[in-house]
């Protein structure tokens, strides 16, 4: 707010320029600095009187000239001499003025409309054409979201979404709102997380909109917003429900990019569920529409690339499952990918689901360089939830390798972020690295009290993917605790259950050589021998880990 005898002061100024006031108000409105040219179009004036009054204002001190390479500039002395400029026009005339500025910039300025739709957009807003100023809005999210802007795109999406509440019910108006919900939807994801709430209700609204316009093709990117909330939350029946859903819609749609979306939301699913073999084929679906130079529109509709989620998840699956130096090959392969798409977004995410698989694995030299990696691109553009994640990793190699307990509390930091943003999957996997850190800690009963805590979730959620390694973790801090009885034996049994039902063939080779070397322990050599052996064959690759390696030398000393 100017004070008022600044205000008195600078307006007798502006009275004094005579005619050429008309001209500085006309300014005001175009913006602190202005081109010729544009104010040429809009002024009702020839060029002469225009140049005339021009040069009477520089002289008056209130504009000057800025030097610009392409166009012919001026710029406001001061802010306040813009604004009291502007505040002495009448609001109709403002209104106006504003279009004209709008409309010309539209026909003249083309470039400037396309690089700058915000521009047009606030134009448009003060002309109260607020559909208008929608569309454009809605064009500066786009482009925002883009060039991984994320807060911006939030911000103009946020905004067009209140404009709207200026317009009529209407068809056109439920369109323009829809548009701005998917956009908005993407950006919340990309900026909160998949679990925070204003995803759901942004999805909610957007749903109820598809109803109204006789579920468009728009429809598919809602249902799938709603499915990673609900997924993000390890809800597990509405997952699957709206997993189904998306496969169904595409089923009648026959829209390849939708078919590359929904495909990934089902194997995405059945990999949490831990039905890995059925999980494969989905992803392979979903691969085989995957198009690189369609990820922006990917990004833009969703908040990821759903083709890079896709391989990033075979090659969990594969290692996994057991195919372990395929899927660490192809993971080196996917972050190459995700580094020449130019998006940090991208390659952060990458470089975290390619961490985890060197730590799943036993190698957290590995594993440590890529969640430094990992958490300098997350820090530099502003992507919390990945940076959490790196650091829940970092903590875990910094204790393994150098045996550093400062370790401990990051990993406990990184975890803290799950609860910040309330999201839960894949919680109990990240929580595994916590278990292990206070296993080698010695902190068993935190440690025992945690994997109880996520063995209870996991076999009622979404993310039961790694149960495996919770039983045999479980099953660890049990033995280490008392190594007289046998608690840790159901244990170490139903880890390997799992592994057997999921095809979790590497995690199962992890909980049968600790369940074998208990045995052995208990003078049941043979038993643990064709317990480990029997594992152990289901593997094809990865002789150089470190659990296959102690396996094959458990084996190799009980056959001596």
Not at 138 to 160: F, I, P
Not at 297 to 306: A, E, K, N, P, Q
Request: proline share 3%; with cysteine; aromatic share 10%.
């Amino acid at each position: 707010m100017i004070p008022v005898t600044l205000q008195d002061s600078l307006t007798a100024r502006l009275d004094r320029m005579g005619a050429a006031k008309e001209i500085l108000q006309l300014a005001s409105a175009v913006g602190r600095r202005f081109v010729y040219e544009l104010l040429a179009t809009v002024a009702a004036v020839d060029e002469a009187t225009l140049r005339d009054r021009l040069q009477k204002l520089v002289q008056g001190e209130l504009i000057f000239r800025e030097p610009s390479p392409r166009h012919e500039a001026f710029k406001f002395k001061h802010a306040l001499i813009q604004d009291t400029a502007y505040a002495s026009m009448l609001k109709a005339t403002r209104k106006v003025i504003h279009e004209k500025i709008a409309k010309a910039i539209e026909v003249h300025f083309s470039e400037t409309a396309d690089l700058q739709p915000e521009l047009l957009a606030r134009h448009y807003e003060e002309a109260q054409m607020y559909d208008r100023a929608v569309d454009y809005l809605n064009m500066a999210g786009q482009r925002a979201m883009q060039r991984s802007a994320l807060v911006e795109g939030l911000s103009h999406y946020t905004r067009a979404i209140l404009l709207l509440e200026n317009l009529p019910p209407s068809m056109e108006r439920n369109q323009r709102e829809l548009a701005a919900r998917l956009g908005m939807g993407g950006a919340i994801i990309a900026t909160r997380g998949y679990a925070a709430l204003d995803v759901e209700k942004n999805y909610v609204r957007a749903r109820a909109i598809c109803s109204e316009l006789g579920d468009p093709p728009e429809t598919f990117p809602v249902l799938y917003g709603l499915w990673v909330f609900n997924l993000a939350r390890s809800h597990r029946a509405p997952t699957l429900d709206y997993a189904d859903q998306l496969l169904a819609f595409v089923a009648r749609t026959k829209i390849a990019a939708q078919e590359l979306s929904a495909y990934f939301a089902y194997g995405c699913t059945l990999l949490y569920v831990g039905q890995f073999a059925q999980a494969l084929p989905a992803f392979d679906q979903a691969l085989a529409r995957y198009k690189p130079e369609e990820h922006w529109s990917l990004v833009r509709f969703y908040g990821d690339d759903h083709g890079l989620f896709s391989q990033v998840y075979v090659n969990w699956i594969l290692v996994l499952s057991g195919q372990t130096e395929t899927g660490i090959q192809k993971g080196l392969e996917t972050v190459a990918h995700a580094e020449s798409l130019n998006d940090p977004l991208a390659l952060a995410m990458v470089l975290v689901l390619t961490m985890l698989l060197h730590h799943d694995i036993g190698d957290a030299k590995g594993a440590l360089a890529l969640a430094e990696r990992a958490i300098s691109v997350s820090e530099e553009h502003g992507f919390p939830f990945w940076t959490s994640n790196g650091r829940i990793c970092r903590g875990w190699a910094r204790l393994v390798l150098h045996g550093e307990t400062e370790g401990v509390a990051e990993v406990r930091s990184g975890l803290a972020f799950f609860d910040l943003i309330e999201q839960k999957l894949p919680l109990t996997y990240w929580s595994v690295y916590l278990i292990e850190s206070l296993l080698l800690t010695s902190e068993l009963d935190e440690g025992l009290v945690l994997a109880d805590r996520c063995i209870g979730w996991a076999e009622s959620n979404v993310d039961s993917f790694y149960l495996p390694d919770l039983y045999r973790l479980k099953g660890e801090l049990l033995l280490k605790k008392d190594p007289t009885t046998g608690a840790c034996e159901p244990a170490f049994l139903r880890g390997l259950d799992y592994a057997e039902q999921f095809g979790a063939n590497f995690l199962g080779v992890k909980t049968a050589l600790s369940y074998a070397n208990w045995l052995r322990s208990r003078g049941r050599v043979d038993e643990a021998k064709r317990l480990l052996a029997a594992r152990r064959a289901k593997l094809v690759q990865g002789a150089n880990l470190p659990a296959v390696l102690a396996a094959d030398a458990f084996l190799a000393e009980s056959a001596g």
